[in-house]
């Protein structure tokens, strides 16, 4: 299975911007799509940010406009730039990767926290 690793969170203030970089084991071209969550306490693993092997990329309603996925398949690596950051996008935040013939893999996530 495809190990995946987060990197990139810490603390930025409201208004802010970080880069969030997930690194795969293997190619990045074997996913079909790759994929950010993000979950706070008490509450369900949230959808990002997803983008296709095409590079089709799709958003929350939340995020749109503020935050970019993308994916570089040479460095084998997922990123998410968020810019504009609000408190409420503090949260631990998870990439994802999926292949029709692997199956999914998970990153142990990063933490984001904003301040007001």
């Known amino acids: 299975q495809v190990q995946l690793v987060e990197s990139g969170g810490g603390l930025a203030q409201a208004g802010g911007s970080l880069r969030l970089s997930c690194a795969a084991s293997g190619s990045t071209s074997v996913f079909d799509s790759m994929y950010w969550y993000r979950q706070t306490p008490g509450k369900q693993r949230e959808l990002v940010a997803t983008i296709t092997r095409s590079g089709t990329t799709g958003y929350a309603d939340s995020v749109k406009g503020r935050f970019t996925i993308s994916r570089d398949n040479a460095k084998s690596t997922l990123y998410l730039q968020m810019n504009s950051l609000r408190p409420e996008d503090t949260a631990v935040y998870f990439c994802?990767?999926?292949?029709?013939?692997?199956?999914?893999?998970w990153g142990q996530g990063t933490q984001v926290t904003v301040s007001s």
């Open positions: 994802r990767a999926y292949s029709s013939t692997r199956g999914d893999s």
